[in-house]
């Protein structure tokens, strides 16, 4: 999966970053809104469509937000903004942290930690609600990052709405803590495994906000 070299649009009235890979779906339903509007002066039929269209352009800009962050500090930092779903050990001596991310989430996935990206596997399936239990078996991106607590794997997973996952990397770059990696569209689910003696910090139920919200405990 190359790593492109696009920059980020921008909503040119405020100034605000809008994330990579949103433009299929926003450049439309914007276009849309923007000639609805200006042919609704004229005709009533029109104008009954720009009500709709323009609702959905600024739900779309507001999807597809992404705020700059100030990186906190700390060994692990959370990939994603949302909600702890689920924390569960693995055989393997890992623990699984599940961050359930709804719609009106951030969906500009962060890495979270420094290191060199080593791997970045689309794997193909289903698309379940994230929250479902079957989601395990969903469309997915899986990412491994070469880092100073050994090899930290996270995983993107597509929602019942999000059909595609955007990845900013490939393999071989170098990647700071909290830099934007990947954006899933939609509603979806991130996971990430901490290594064997890494303790969580996070509870389920707890919110979390990408780049800022800490993951492991000293």
């Not at 623990?95 to 990206?117: E, Q, Y």
């Not at 597509?158 to 955007?166: L, S």
């Amino acid at each position: 999966m190359p790593h492109s070299q696009t920059s980020a649009p921008r909503d040119s009235r405020s100034g605000v970053r809008l994330a990579r890979g949103a433009s299929p779906w926003l450049l439309p339903t914007v276009a849309t809104a923007a000639l609805s509007l200006t042919r609704a002066r004229k005709s009533g039929r029109w104008a009954a469509v720009a009500v709709p269209a323009t609702a959905l352009a600024a739900g779309m800009l507001w999807f597809f937000r992404d705020p700059e962050r100030e990186i906190a500090q700390g060994r692990v930092i959370s990939p994603a903004d949302g909600v702890v779903q689920s924390i569960m050990p693995w055989k393997d001596g890992r623990t699984r942290v599940a961050i359930f991310m709804s719609p009106l989430n951030v969906h500009v996935n962060r890495a979270p930690l420094a290191g060199t990206v080593t791997s970045v596997e689309h794997v193909p399936g289903g698309f379940v609600p994230a929250f479902n239990k079957e989601s395990e078996n969903n469309e997915r991106v899986v990412w491994h990052f070469d880092t100073e607590l050994g090899d930290i794997e996270m995983v993107q997973i597509a929602g019942a709405v999000a059909r595609r996952i955007v990845p900013y990397l490939s393999a071989g770059t170098k990647v700071e803590q909290g830099e934007r990696i990947g954006l899933i569209r939609f509603g979806s689910r991130v996971d990430i495994y901490l290594p064997e003696g890494v303790e969580v910090a996070v509870e389920v139920g707890q919110a979390t906000t990408a780049g800022v919200t800490r993951i492991d405990r000293d």
